[in-house]
Structure formats: structure tokens, C-alpha cells
């Protein structure tokens, strides 16, 4: 049985630990390795975690499998990519998942929750950027309703990547 909760301040280091292991586990290419692990050390860590959880335009939800940590989303209100000017539009900034909890609705929920919060807080879509190497989130994501709209950088630490800018509108019945 999955929950969802709000970040707190005593989750950050596991939240870090999280965040590592998770973008370990999608980006496994040995020649990037190195690249990736610097990464996850420079960006992931928990100094990084505690300014995202203190920004006022950032919202950090976790998703538990009884009382085990086992993914997150990172929400972020502060960017508008140019192709979505004018839309109320609230980033998705990170959506990670272990691996042991892929195909077992645990990224359903956690985007249905996404969605729902979205909606209550003004928005009329989300967006996000994902990696199109990236073969099984571009297929949720796609499942989800997102649509790819355009390209956006991506940097990893200096080697900047062509991401693929996704966007879902979010149509609910009263």
C-alpha cells in the first residue's frame, strides 16, 4: 500500500539518499558514470534538498510503501518555458521512483496526486522535461496525458543534453 505526504525536514536526507539511488538506477551508461555520481553528489544531495524544500515555489511530496521511502515529485512554480507562455502552468521538476515500485502503480498514483494538487492550486496544465533516451518514463508520461511539445537543455554538471519539454493539460468535471 502506497502513501503520499508532504516533505518535511527530517525526510531530507533520505530524500537525498533517494534522489541518488533513483538517478543511478535510470542512467546507467558506464561511459557517463563518473559524469552521473559527480552529479548526484554536486545536485542530489541534501544541502540542495533543504533550499528546494525551504523555496516557497517549490513543493516536494513523497511517496512511501508502508513506512519505506520509495519515490517523490518535485514541483516547481518558478519557470515558464517560452512555448507555454500564457498557460497557468506548474513544472514538474523531478519524478522519481525506485525501481522495485515501476509497474505497480506507484507512478500513477503519485501523478494523479501531482495533477489534483495542481488543479486546487490554479493551474490549467503541467509540464516537465525528460531525457528522450529515456524510452519507459517518455511512455508514462504519454500515458499520462503529456504531449511532446519542444526541446529544452539539460545540464549535467558541464555536458548539457536536448531534453524533450512535455505538457498536459488538466481538464476536470465538477
Known amino acids: 500500500m502506497f502513501s503520499i505526504r ?12 533517494i534522489a541518488g539511488k533513483t538517478f543511478m538506477e535510470t542512467y546507467t551508461d558506464e561511459e557517463e558514470r563518473d ?38 515529485a ?41 495533477k489534483a494538487f495542481a488543479w486546487q492550486q490554479g493551474y490549467d496544465s503541467l509540464w516537465l522535461i525528460v531525457w528522450e533516451q529515456n524510452k519507459k518514463a517518455v511512455q508514462f508520461y504519454e500515458k499520462q496525458g503529456f504531449q511532446h511539445i519542444g526541446l529544452m537543455p539539460f545540464k549535467v554538471l558541464e555536458k548539457e543534453y536536448e531534453d524533450w519539454l512535455m505538457y498536459c493539460p488538466l481538464f476536470f468535471e465538477n
Open 6 to 17: 508532504l516533505a518535511q525536514a527530517e525526510d531530507l536526507p533520505t530524500l537525498a539518499r
Open 35 to 72: 559524469n552521473n555520481l559527480a552529479y548526484v553528489q554536486a545536485m542530489l544531495n541534501e544541502t540542495k534538498w533543504r533550499e528546494a524544500w525551504e523555496n516557497p515555489h517549490q513543493t516536494i511530496f513523497l511517496l512511501f510503501e508502508q513506512a519505506s521511502l520509495v519515490g517523490f
Open 74 to 114: 518535485n514541483l516547481d512554480s518558478e519557470t515558464l518555458p517560452t512555448q507555454l507562455a500564457g498557460k497557468q502552468a506548474l513544472q514538474i521538476k523531478r519524478i522519481y521512483l525506485l525501481q522495485s515500485v515501476h509497474g505497480r502503480g506507484a507512478g500513477k498514483l503519485l501523478m494523479a496526486h501531482c
